[in-house]
């Protein structure tokens, strides 16, 4: 079965989420940035949000993490916990 390693940063906005993705696409860390943001408690651990299979995360979670680019960030994903950017680590 195909599993996904991914990590990624919950907001409350969408134009946090944006704002956010903005910093990371002019070279600001992930990581940190989850530290910093994210209001899921993964973000301690920079977002990261170890392996998994299709169907342990919400279905707008899956679809972006088990069919975008594989390395890049992808979002706002919008989930009924918030505003998502996820970063698809692996995949396979």
Do not use: N, W
């Amino acid at each position: 079965m195909t599993k996904a390693k991914a990590r990624h940063i919950l907001f409350s906005s969408k134009e946090k989420c944006e704002e956010v993705k903005k910093q990371i696409e002019s070279g600001k860390s992930f990581a940190e940035m989850a530290k910093l943001h994210s209001s899921c408690p993964s973000g301690r651990s920079g977002g990261d949000l170890g392996e998994f299979s299709p169907g342990e995360m919400v279905p707008e979670f899956d679809k972006v993490v088990f069919s975008a680019e594989v390395g890049k960030v992808h979002g706002p994903v919008k989930t009924g916990f918030g505003y998502h950017l996820i970063e698809i680590l692996s995949r396979g």
